[in-house]
């Protein structure tokens, strides 16, 4: 057949430009795109050979060349695979020139921003263009196996495009690239330098397959060795997929060569996690769990993700979509064997085929954390010193995946100094009566365990969870039980331990009432003369040593958490504290006796501000007005002496 050439329509023509000038931001990618379409080509042509028996084909040696000519400024990719016919070629590799291309540019042209056009892009287009990146022209050579005649395709990415039938192509795809001129401040690479196309394939292609071949480089105007043997063509990639080899056939020290090749880190790691998807979707996951946090875990710019490949092609380094924010320490590889991806493979779609991967990996994580805390503690309590912090944001972002969390996660608590416990354990362990599982937060423990609020649970013997990190102030607020059993903070609320711990009843509520009747007055009283700085006075029953002390209401925000939430740039409310008096202490009782007996008040009103400004300082706060505190508590020090 003779030559023949078609032209690119108008819209078609403008799309190509805009393919090679502008989508692709690294343009190395050109090299991956082809090498992934030979490797494509050799496994359509391995399961063609064994359905099809009759099928002449030569798959005894099925692998991709690479051959660079520094002086001809031209690369080739060579692959023996299943190559094309003539009217696949005007199909596939025509495919920019089909119809809808016009209506295509117009939404390109209406996007209103970069992400706009970036999802628009992710609609349409052939790896196989972004040649052109790197190419004035392009030529490709090809004939299906089992046919006697080959195709040729040839395009300069302007106006037109030629076809013809040729005699003697060899079985396979052989793609030319006439390449322009290097130009590194352009990010335009010399790709015939061999280092050059080591350190693509490397990053890109490592575990393709099948081998890729390079030719080494003969002295000018010798072909051979010195000794007259051929020279030897270099495999420049391991094609160790550790993930798709079974678990009997890797060494435990070649997962964590892999570890610390992806991760940058010089330690082994905690923990392996392998897993095989299979069914409509398949892929495979190897996952590691550092043994250490790195030190930007809580900054801003942490990278965090798995490497993405698509059949064994290396897509993307740091790939968020795969993982919730509270796994972002987990290190790995996600191998899919067919997801949505855009004309670079560089931004994924959300498609669900992600969300059911997303969904499958943060389970198997959590899976596998809660095997180690069950079969290997000291593993686990590593795992949990280094990244407990960071799991528990899980419990506020991931309701899915809730009851998961809570299983796997342990806090410190008044139960033992040393050794953290899990909820089941506290459940376990709560006295006849107990209605409900009680927490304190804080910036250390030594401040929640000498805190006011904890009194009457030291006295009675009852648990209480010590909760320290910044985190722990917005999950307690999430998470409104377990076990059926409630969450309940000893700092917020009203409420009494009568029943509860050893089931003693210390003050039967006829005491109570007749307590109530008889601080009244001064309840009242302090009220007033506090004003605003507060939402009530009331007596408390969670007190036995301290004069007084300050809760939050049950739904109000604490203010460490109000605290957080301003430093995040949210603006909330101020909550207002209760004052909670304990009836039985000294001070309380002659401030409430000086009320009745005393004509004049006027003394007494600088007490109310003492007492809460006590209260406010046992709580580790700072009095609203510092200077006038101190100045009150010397001049009643001063009186004593």
Known sequence: MPTETFEFRVEARQLLQLMIHSIYSNKDVFLRELVSNASDALDKLRLAALRDDTLDADVSDLHIDLEADGEARTLTVRDNGIGMSYDEVAELIGTIANSGTAKFLEQLRQADDEAGAENLIGQFGVGFYSSFMVADEVTLVTRRAGEARGTRWSSRGEGTYTLETVDGAPQGTTITLHLKPADPENQLHDY????????????????????????????????????????????????????????????????????????????????????????????????????????????????????????????????????????????????????????????????????????????????????????????????????????????????????????????????????????????????????????????????????????????????????????????????????????????????????????????????????????ADLLTWMKEQLGEDIKEVRLSSRLTVSPACLVSDTDDLTPALENLYRAMGQDVPHARRILELNPEHTLVKGLNRALRDRADRAGLAEDAQLLHGLAVLAEGGRPKEPARFTQLLAERLERAL
């Open 192 to 519: 015939t330098s061999p280092w050059k196309l080591r350190e693509i394939v490397k990053r890109y292609s490592d575990f393709i397959t099948w081998p890729i071949r390079m030719a080494p480089r003969a002295p000018a105007g010798d072909g051979e060795k010195s000794d007259g043997a051929a020279r030897e063509p270099e495999t420049l990639n391991s094609m160790k997929a550790l993930w798709a080899r079974s678990r009997d056939e890797v060494e435990d020290a070649e997962y964590h060569e892999l570890y610390k090749h992806i991760s940058h880190d010089w330690n082994d790691p905690l923990e392996t996690i392998r897993l095989q998807a299979e069914g409509t979707f398949e892929y495979q996951a190897l996952l590691f769990i550092p043994s250490h946090a790195p030190h930007d875990l809580f900054t801003q710019g942490h990278k965090r993700g798995v490497q993405l490949y698509v059949k064994r092609v290396f897509i993307m380094d740091d790939c968020e979509a795969l993982l919730p924010p509270y796994l972002r320490f987990v290190k790995g590889v996600v191998d899919a064997q067919d997801l949505s991806l855009n004309v670079s493979r560089e931004i994924l779609q959300q498609d669900r085929h992600i969300q059911l991967m997303h969904r499958r990996l943060a389970k198997k994580v959590l899976s596998c954390v809660k095997d180690m805390a069950n079969t290997a503690p000291d593993r686990y309590a590593t795992f949990w010193r280094e990244f407990g912090p960071v799991l528990k944001e899980g419990l506020v972002t991931d309701a899915d995946n809730r009851d998961a969390l809570l299983a796997v996660s342990s806090f410190a608590t008044t139960h033992d100094a040393s050794d953290p416990t899990t909820l089941k354990q506290y459940v376990e362990r709560m006295k006849d009566g107990q209605d409900a599982v009680y927490y304190m937060t804080g910036d250390s423990r030594d401040a929640i365990e000498n805190s006011p609020h904890m009194e009457a649970f030291r006295d009675r013997g009852i648990e209480v969870l010590l909760l320290t990190d910044p985190v722990d102030e917005v999950w307690t607020d999430a998470v409104a039980e377990f076990d059926g059993k409630p969450l309940r903070s000893v700092a917020k609320g009203d409420f009494t331990l009568d029943g509860d711990g050893d089931g003693d009843e210390d003050k039967p509520a006829e005491s109570r009432e007749k307590q109530n009747e008889e601080y």
